[in-house]
């Protein structure tokens, strides 16, 4: 554990005082239920201003001429602002490709990671997808290095931090229930922040992480 009720409440006071600290609310509090693909695609169809996100969201450009202007023609990239305190980071996202031990088509599976991890795929996947090349040769082609979207988000990998190797499922839960209870006013921020915190340290204790 390398957190404390205090800085749990903390964060999810933030998340209420979006919703209810100010008039108008920054948030539209119907969205409160709303998972990540449906921030998405109120971005790209300029339903919000703004949205937390990762450079995977390009790809969104494809759907129309509405998802296409927003997206390069008025988006900006910019780190997410910082409180007292706080250090600059972002979610810094690996993808990785492994074959499964039992798999009975080993060889076959082994001719499909070169291709998916080839130049050449990598090349187009990315640039379709709008995401940073994992490859620094397809990283350094003409259509990366010059691409502002690329460039804005290469620019944040110095603060990348990757998750916490454990089992983020149950994890991801507890939070995801905190924060409910936190912004359909079920609990105080403070109570919510307690809460998820004895949660967590009793699977911590348990070896469920």
Excluded: C, H
């Excluded at 790809?59 to 927003?70: P, T, W």
């Excluded at 409910?180 to 915190?197: F, R």
Aim: glycine content about 6%; aromatic content about 10%.
């Amino acid at each position: 554990m390398n957190t404390t009720p205090e800085k749990l409440a903390q964060v999810l006071k933030l998340y209420t005082d979006f919703f209810f600290a100010a008039t108008p609310s920054a948030v539209n509090q119907n969205t409160r239920g709303n998972d990540y693909q449906a921030t998405d695609t109120d971005y790209v169809s300029g339903k919000s201003a703004m949205v937390p996100m990762g450079p995977w969201i390009y790809q969104y450009r494809a759907n129309g001429e509405v998802a296409r202007k927003i997206l390069e023609e008025e988006t900006g990239v910019i780190p997410l602002p910082l409180p007292p305190g706080g250090v600059q980071a972002t979610y810094l996202e690996v993808k990785p490709v492994s074959i499964n031990a039992f798999s009975k088509n080993k060889e076959d599976a082994w001719k499909l990671v070169q291709i998916l991890t080839s130049k050449e795929f990598i090349a187009k996947a990315n640039r379709i997808e709008g995401v940073n090349p994992p490859r620094k040769d397809v990283a350094d082609l003409p259509e990366f290095k010059n691409d502002w979207w690329e460039q804005a988000f290469i620019a944040q990998l110095p603060t990348g931090v990757a998750l916490a190797p454990i089992n983020w499922g149950l994890v991801i839960n507890d939070i995801t229930e905190s924060l409910q209870k936190a912004i359909y006013k079920n609990a105080t921020p403070e109570d919510a922040g307690k809460e998820l915190y004895n949660t967590l340290a009793q699977r911590a204790a348990n070896n469920q992480l």
